[in-house]
């Protein structure tokens, strides 16, 4: 029997760090991994806007293979750390600057690349240059980089309050909820949403 093909990633996060999280899932009963292999991940990373194309593209050749896949492993299990942190302070505010993750996202950002540069900056009402903070790219071990950083930005912005799990009995999917009465229970409607309401109708 020929397995079903794999879904588009899931984007329902509201945050990109939660997105990271969700690059693994079981929506239903089926568990989809979004970075199986070292194109995997680049895949996933373009789409999240984490790296462009251009930046990829040198991580593709065949003799970045066997870097890309150490890059791929640390980064496979900083999620499931980064998953560990997420699911014990979810739910509730979060003060504790001594985690040992957030000990772990400060090593990874204290040892990356960066610079700052003046760029021209779109849109009308706005100063037309802004001093662009960059974490360039040298090479597959920096993608990590863009992932901490992501976590960072939630860490520090996001009210964990309302940082969730769907309700789906078996979905295993994270959200920010930022809806307005801050009553959101599924990861979207179309996955669990839908079937907990025909589940529903079904037991009436």
């Known amino acids: 029997m020929t397995q079903a093909p794999r879904p588009a990633p899931f984007f329902v996060g509201e945050s990109t760090a939660l997105d990271f999280l969700n690059s693994i899932a079981t929506p239903r009963t089926v568990l989809y991994d979004w970075l199986e292999t070292g194109p995997d991940l680049l895949d996933w990373m373009v789409t999240a806007r ?104 939630l860490i520090t912005e996001a009210d964990f309050r309302y940082v969730r799990n769907c309700e789906g009995p078996t979905c295993s999917l994270y959200f920010l909820d930022i809806s307005k009465n801050h009553k959101r229970r599924w990861c979207s409607m179309e996955v669990c949403g839908n079937r907990a309401k025909a589940a529903a109708h079904r037991k009436r």
């Open 50 to 153: 984490l790296v462009t194309e251009t930046e990829a593209a040198s991580f593709r050749k065949p003799k970045a293979r066997a870097e890309l896949e150490d890059a791929r492993h640390k980064i496979v299990a900083f999620r499931e750390r980064f998953r560990g942190f997420i699911g014990d302070v979810c739910g509730r505010e979060l003060a504790d600057a001594a985690h040992p993750v957030i000990a772990e996202i400060n090593t990874i950002l204290a040892r990356a690349p960066r610079f700052a540069q003046i760029e021209a900056r779109a849109g009308l009402g706005t100063r037309p240059l802004a001093l662009v903070d960059t974490h360039p790219m040298t090479g597959p071990r920096d993608l990590i980089v863009r992932l901490a950083l992501a976590a960072a930005h």
